[in-house]
């Protein structure tokens, strides 16, 4: 289990409708992770169902190109969602390779 003390965040990666993402290294190894920070100031019922169905889905899966999640934070009013760090997001990499998806190809 991790403590997200445990983590320094280096910078922010994204950011959607339930948190941000943060670029983070574990103090002690080095190691670069993600951190997803799901709020929840403003949900009445706890954890978002999305969030759930996200984390029960990804402790389940494993496959090269599936990003992995290494463990969930309970943290003070948000759920600390612990991945593997990786160079890019699925829409960097679509609009860097826009002119090999050609719409013909698409199809």
């Given amino acids: ?3 997200v003390e445990k983590f320094r965040k280096i910078e922010k990666i994204g950011e ?3 948190g941000v993402v943060y670029k983070a290294n574990d103090k002690k190894t080095g190691k670069c992770v993600a951190l997803k920070k799901i709020r929840l100031e403003s949900e009445t019922e706890g954890v978002p169902s999305t969030a759930i169905r996200e984390i029960s889905l990804l402790k389940d899966l494993k496959h090269p190109a599936i990003v992995n999640l290494f463990d969930v934070i309970m943290g003070e009013g948000c759920v600390y969602m ?3 760090c990786l160079n890019m997001d699925l829409k960097k990499l679509l609009e860097q390779k826009r002119d090999l998806l050609t719409p013909k190809l698409v199809k």
């Fill in 1 to 3: 289990m991790y403590d």
């Fill in 16 to 18: 959607g409708t339930y």
């Fill in 82 to 84: 612990v991945f593997e």
